[in-house]
């Protein structure tokens, strides 16, 4: 073996074993916006299932300006959490996401100014401005003081997704800033 296979080799091992490291010991969240179901997820096993969430009263989908109602589609991280929320605990995403702030740009739905103070707020990992012609203040949420019988019939949030509040407290224990959510 000369010496560039076996750097190549030695490569090849490191690539394998840094990715098997990383790649399914994280716990992360599932959201399935026809199923309305949530799944605590470690890798590709699920921990847990919640089911009966709730989801925006405009469905899912591409969320287009603050005010739509539509639980946005993607993949996020939490980037801020609120456990004295009126909504019991409040896990917050870092939406607008690049994939959100780059649609909407493209769609004329996004100012210049815009785009470029949340595509910064992501390449510093902060949390992207909240108050854009996108809206903001995207998570997990309980109900607060919410009507439960409410939640169990209708979508009813603006973008979020809610949970009851028992449902909030179990997952709390595995909720962190940093996990990565993908909605479907």
């Not at 109602?69 to 607008?96: A, E, H, M, Q, V």
């Not at 210049?112 to 992207?128: D, E, F, G, L, R």
């Not at 979020?160 to 179990?170: F, G, H």
């Amino acid at each position: 073996m000369d010496k560039i296979q076996f750097f190549q080799v030695l490569l090849l091992i490191f690539t394998f074993f840094s990715s098997s490291l990383y790649a399914d010991d994280s716990i992360w969240l599932l959201i399935d916006t026809h199923k309305l179901n949530l799944k605590v997820k470690k890798g590709t096993s699920t921990l847990a299932v919640m089911n009966n969430i709730s989801i925006g009263r405009g469905g899912a989908g591409f969320k287009q300006y603050k005010g739509d109602d539509i639980t946005p589609l993607g993949t996020y991280k939490i980037s801020w959490i609120n456990k004295k929320s009126r909504f019991r605990k409040f896990y917050g995403f870092n939406y607008p996401s690049i994939d959100n702030t780059s649609n909407a740009f493209k769609n004329n739905l996004l100012s210049s100014k815009s785009y470029t103070s949340i595509m910064n707020a992501h390449k510093k990992n902060k949390v992207p401005p909240q108050n854009t012609s996108l809206g903001g203040v995207i998570g997990i949420h309980g109900l607060g003081n919410a009507d439960k019988k409410i939640h169990e019939l209708v979508n009813w949030t603006h973008g979020c997704i809610a949970v009851t509040n028992q449902q909030i407290d179990i997952l709390a224990k595995w909720l962190n800033k940093g996990m990565l959510v993908k909605i479907k």
